[in-house]
């Protein structure tokens, strides 16, 4: 038999209520977090992200590991730079994008390192 998921009783436990009221976010910085997550999870865009957290790469670079076009991957990376996600940077005729800080880095390492858990 299913374990119920539910209390048993109705019991609001103010101290706890109140210290995490105090602690939320507003309602509006939860949106642009949520909009962050929305971009994580198309799987284009994570594939994208991933590569880059190998190392920073072209246009022609990531249409290539990914086989996509270049047109599509320049679609995503600039869903990714309007979020603040990857970067670029020039060398040359070449532009390079990488990942925008060791949080981006992060959030990929922790996501693929629970993924693993299941497997």
């Given at each position: 038999m299913?374990?119920?998921?539910?209390?048993d009783v109705?019991?609001?436990?103010?101290?706890e209520?109140?210290?995490?009221?105090?602690?939320?976010?507003?309602?509006?910085?939860?949106?642009e977090?949520?909009?962050?997550?929305k971009?994580?999870?198309?799987?284009?865009?994570?594939?994208?992200m991933y590569?880059?957290?190998?190392?920073?790469?072209?246009?022609?670079d990531?249409?290539?590991?990914?086989?996509?076009s270049?047109s599509?991957?320049s679609?995503?990376?600039?869903?990714?730079?309007?979020k603040?996600?990857?970067?670029f940077?020039?060398k040359?005729?070449?532009?390079?994008?990488?990942?925008a800080?060791?949080?981006?880095?992060?959030m990929?390492?922790?996501?693929?390192e629970h993924?693993k858990?299941?497997?």
């Amino acid at each position: 038999m299913e374990e119920k998921d539910t209390c048993d009783v109705i019991c609001v436990h103010e101290d706890e209520v109140k210290d995490v009221k105090s602690k939320m976010l507003e309602d509006e910085f939860l949106f642009e977090v949520s909009d962050n997550f929305k971009v994580f999870g198309d799987s284009t865009r994570l594939k994208i992200m991933y590569a880059l957290s190998q190392r920073d790469l072209c246009v022609c670079d990531l249409a290539a590991v990914l086989d996509m076009s270049q047109s599509a991957i320049s679609h995503q990376l600039r869903v990714l730079r309007s979020k603040n996600l990857v970067k670029f940077r020039r060398k040359g005729k070449m532009a390079y994008y990488y990942l925008a800080d060791e949080h981006v880095v992060s959030m990929i390492e922790l996501c693929v390192e629970h993924t693993k858990e299941r497997y």
